[in-house]
């Protein structure tokens, strides 16, 4: 039986984002004004340069290790390691261990994976 309140991880569906390479995510919360995804991303793949217009996102490393690029920082990301890039900042996250990364990604408000909520670097110029 379905619930409102309560997610399985494992009985959610896996989709693959636009404008990621080699990732599966499963959209584990998608509510009013938070969304909160399960990403499981492979080795040199992640985000290309992107960004959300109005859209605030948080990724949380569960396993392994990542590359995050923002605002002309980068920082290597490891388990209980996060990052924070804000509305409308390109953005770039590439994972660098040799087993596959786990990240829980919230954005606020919701994504959805909706084309018109990204920018990617092509279209800024």
Do not use: W
Not at 32 to 50: F, K, L, W
Not at 64 to 79: F, I, N, Q, S
Not at 90 to 103: E, G, L, Y
Not at 115 to 123: A, H, I, L, T, W
């Amino acid at each position: 039986m379905a619930s409102r309140y309560f997610v399985r991880g494992a009985e959610v569906p896996g989709y693959h984002p636009a404008n990621h390479t080699g990732t599966t995510n499963r959209r584990l919360v998608h509510a009013q004004r938070v969304e909160v995804v399960h990403g499981t991303i492979e080795r040199g793949h992640g985000a290309a340069p992107h960004a959300h217009p109005g859209i605030e996102q948080v990724c949380y490393m569960l396993e392994g290790t990542a590359v995050a690029e923002v605002g002309g920082e980068r920082c290597e990301l490891g388990p209980g390691d996060a990052c924070y890039f804000p509305p409308d900042e390109m953005h770039v996250f590439t994972v660098t261990s040799a087993t596959p990364a786990k990240v829980l990604v919230i954005y606020t408000p919701p994504y959805g994976e909706d084309p018109k909520n990204v920018v990617r670097r092509e279209e800024m110029k």
